[in-house]
């Protein structure tokens, strides 16, 4: 199963993290560095797999993670999960952020961390993958974003954009 | 409890509301959208740790006042919470607002409530204690008709859910697998995996319901449901083996793009699906011949449109998993192997290795060692460390070509693994050099090689080796620097006391090495070296060197009696010990006389602790330096049996003193103890013996390395020859020759090391079987003794029976011969044959496998003393056929022992020929510690002729269901070997005993735990009756009855070692409720699923 989702940037400011398996507090946070300490040293050019840190759980733990512009989203895995399959939905997860959000980038992140969490929700349910199916995602978040019609959309952050996707390219054409 | 807290808190706001002023609110929430937007800016703005912590606190300070005041409406409250979330995020505590957090949940509208739930998620984690408050609120949404509500309650409780509570949601849920919305029924699947996770016995009837998911028409709710059954199968692969079929149909659908275009993902059709249905069907057809077929064509389909250039690593751990089944297929790929070796991601690096350790053989062990070592030498991480170097050590043991290469391999795991490594290794390698192999002189040339090159090591100025090395370094040099032949090892004790004056040098490493200087100095007394070292150490402060400089002193002053005391190189002989310790039987007669309290045995001491609260600890405190006496502590049972086999009593004493560790390694990892662990790896030593090697001889690592380096300065197209060089001595000795090397050139060489091996293995064959039949001489009179102790049992009480095995034992000893032995083993065994309904007699007395091998006197003794100590009184199993042929019959059977499960496998030789290398081996399995039993590891079963091999089994942690595997292998005369599997289900019952306790302890132990489970259960009229439901409680489950009150009974019980479960029930009408505590959170559980099991089936 899928023991936490991870998003920071190059600086190791976490974005996200959503743990499936609990965790005191600090413990929480030493995984964010650790993670964030293991993956940021990593070049480029090589694998998207690493051994689990200490913390969450040694060596029976992987960490499969991806790199976006200015973003990296790790998902740290017990060994029951297929590392291709993992790395796989992570880039379902950030298309599927792309096309919520139109052109994400780190501020619909920061700002939307609510509407990034409920995206994932349905994805990823109790440390199980639900859906892997964007149209199927898409769907279920504009009912739910259907609710929200009365609301006044916040549209504040999409000044200063550098898209998250630019790599997108690079890895899958 | 919580409806009411619930109902207080529902209440509260709105009392607030009712009397809300319109402006003060209004301006604020104005504000309010914005907040986070500026919190965001302030923090990026901010450029230390320090200023963030005080804006953050200043932040959490707004807040706690903002969601606590009473104005604050719930759309504020929002807000609010996305900001919480926000700073916990940034690991800063925001626990004020958990509460609110699920008051939001509670009242809000949709949107609120879905922060609110999303807070509660990432706040709180399954044992939070403010969770309960949440469980109205889960059920009013599960019953909700919108649809959104639904969803975020399925959410939240396969993410958070208070395992006691489940049951209050559990029937919501189930509904909802029939729910029309695909999206509920999905999430519905995966609700329901997740209590199969935390509370698998809730769940259990619901199993059948999951088979209908897995054919519902929607594809997700399919795919969820395949998360559970990959756990299901992967914990009992043979229950659902009807399934095959329908996944393979799934597949099939999934790989021939019979999905709707959307689950195609970059044009492959559902990769998720493909790799879950894939890793199902290995788990159903691994080890089941029958099941893989119907799985070859799928499979054959999906490799064909899989892409095969994804992520290297991923193809390697893919590769390895597949050479484990066959390493030719490996040849296919070398070059891509060769290339990764030298990839610049040590990931990668990593998995070639793991890989080439897979297809390492006596031909390309050299090579692939040398990359090993390489890469241990770059690498900083602990375990990689340890892991690579117990992989070398291994790989070394198995298949060293010859004695420089394995001394020089192994010192360079010492020097790198140094004290990280797992201790077996030194052991071990000391242990090889002591027991050496069948040939004298090849041994004596190992071990003055390992002499020389230790000498040459220590020379070396300024270099600090690891403790373990130099335990090992002071052993080898005291056993047997007498091979050097020099007149006085002045040389040598310099070094080692040069060695023990240096700060850094353990002591106990120190302790080692004056061992070696005690060694030594039985060879050469008179040394000025030693005088000085005596003097050094006998005013030292260490204690346990005080007493070995001491030893050493007066050791020296009677030259005769330390070279009797310390012979040159019997390190490996067995000593005679007196294991009765009957020397001291006039010490004991006395202090008996004078009042002293007499011996308990282990088990009349365990029986006693129980009843007592406080007893002392009578376990020794691990193996001490000075190993006296270590075997009498091993069997305390022993010491009724054999006085007649003791030696010379007062000079065993002593000689163990100066045995010093090694003779307690010796004894405690000797080849039976051993056995249970290294089973492969001692007939793998055997098999591949150091031979010498002209062809491939390493000087030392060192200059290896230096010669690789050089190799690549040179040219492009050289390095390309090179690689190919490389694949050639890697893949060497996979499959067939010329295809396997590229530059068809090892094939000479191949072979002399073939044929040299395999001379060895029939030699080593030979030898070992001989040992073997010398030894069974104590074993098969033991037994004798035995049955017919047994017999006598029944007339007579024990105390008379103990005397009875003595005088029979000693007479068995007197008249019998060795060549009588095989007549003596037959005819138990021959009994045991004739009359199986042994077994089915309610008592076990009758049956005693025949031990076959023993390595000493002392060992045995005490084997055959305990087996008649345990044995007699406890519960077993009927006798149940495994497996057969038409050659063996293998059936096992369990004795429920007090303090484990002791599972007993018999082979029975149906043929009439003899069976040769007969081997059992059961698989590890997770959560069982399987320890072999000494005494069964004869490799030849005769014609007709029974043989058993006993286990004794510990379970780890509670569980539902489990599974024993492993293989007989043997071998007739002249014919290939044969192997057959089995596998044997175990019970938790297997390991439940009962507790006995008094009703007083009860009530106190009840109070004590924390963990809880009810139930009530609903049985038949006959069952209902408290008498009737007693008895099946503490026959089936083996529960002790502590007390009947009424209608209500008490009975506890305890899982093996130590973990005791209490049970409370009272019967009304046709229900029984029961109620169950124990200390383990998850023991009640599967205790009440067995209960129910046991109540239905009776």
Known sequence: MIKAILIFNNHGKPRLSKFYQPYSEDTQQQIIRETFHLVSKRDENVCNFLEGGLLIGGSDNKLIYRHYATLYFVFCVDSSESELGILDLIQVFVETLDKCFENVCELDLIFHVDKVHNILAEMVMGGMVLETNMNEIVTQIDAQNKLEKSEPPVMEVHLQKSTLLERKRFLHL | MSDIVEKTLTALPGLFLQNQSVGGPAGVKAS????????????????????????????????????????????????????????????????????????????????????????????????????????????????STNLVEVCMALTIVSQIFPREMIPAVLPLIEDKLQHSKEIIRRKAVLALYKFHLIAPNQVQHIHIKFRKALCDRDVGVMAASLHIYFRMIKENPSAYKDLTGSFVTILKQVVGGKLPVDFNYHSVPAPWLQIQLLRILGLLGKDDQRTSELMYDVLDESLRRAELNHNVTYGLKALTYVIQQDPTLALQHQMTIIECLDHPDPIIKRETLELLYRITNAQNITVIVQKMLEYLHQSKEEYIIVNLVGKIAELAEKYAPDNAWFIQTMNAVFSVGGDVMHPDIPNNFMRLLAEGFDDETEDQQLRLYAVQSYLTLLDVENVFYPQKFLQVMSWVLGEYYYLLDKDTPEEVLTKLYKLLMNASVSSETKAWLIAAVTKLTSQAHSSNIVERLIQEFTISLDTCMRQHAFELKHLRENVELMKSLLPVDKSCEDMVVDASLSFLDGFVAEELSQGAAPYKPHHQRQEEKLSQEKVLNFEPYGLSFSSSGFTGRQSPAGISLGSDISGNSAETGLKETNGLKLEGIKKLWGKEGYLPKKEGKTGDETEAPPVPQESIIMETVDQTLIKKDQCQVLTQSKEEKEKQLLASSLFVGLGSESTVNLLGKADTVSHKFRRKSKIKETKSGETTSAHNRTCSYFSSSSNATYEDGYYLDTLQDRGDKELNKLSLNSGLLDSESLTELPSVEKLSNCKLSSSPSLFTDNSM????????????????????????????????????????????????????????????????????????????????????????????????????????????????????????????????MDTHSVQLEFSVNLSLLDFIRPLKISTENFGKLWLSFANDVKQNIKVSESQAALPSALKTLQQKLRLHVVEIIGNEGLLACQLLPSIPCLLHFRVHGDVLALWFRSSCSTLPDCLLYQCQKVMEGS
């Open chain 2, 845 to 972: 007395e009758g049956f005693q496998p025949s031990q076959s091998t023993a390595l000493s006197v002392a060992n045995e003794t005490s084997l055959a003393a305990s087996l008649l100590e345990e044995t007699s009184e406890h519960m077993h199993s009927d006798l149940v056929e495994v497996c057969h042929n038409e050659t063996i019959s293998l059936s096992s059977f369990k004795i429920w022992k007090d303090d484990c499960l002791f599972m007993v496998w018999s082979v029975s030789n149906k043929s009439g020929l003899e069976l040769e290398s007969a081997d059992l081996e059961i698989a590890p399995a997770e959560n069982f510690k399987i320890t072999e039993q000494p005494g069964c590891r004869l490799p030849i079963i005769e014609a007709e002729s029974i043989k058993t091999f006993q286990y004794s089994v510990q379970v780890e942690k509670p569980f539902t269901e489990g599974n024993l595997s492993g293989f007989i292998n043997y071998q007739m």
């Open chain 2, 32 to 143: 309010f959208s914005s907040r986070l937007g500026g919190l965001v800016r302030g923090i990026t703005a901010l450029t230390s740790k320090h200023e963030e912590e005080k804006l953050i606190q200043q932040e959490l300070s707004n807040l706690k006042a903002t969601v606590s005041a009473p104005a604050t409406t719930l759309k504020m409250m929002k807000e609010c919470m996305v900001r919480l979330i926000y700073c916990e995020m940034l690991g800063y505590d925001a626990s004020f607002g958990y509460i609110h957090a699920i008051k939001l949940a509670q009242q809000g509208n949709l949107l609120e409530k879905r922060v609110g739930y999303l807070a509660v998620s990432l706040f709180l984690h399954e044992n939070h204690e403010l969770l309960l408050l949440l469980v109205n609120t889960v059920v009013k949404d599960l019953q």
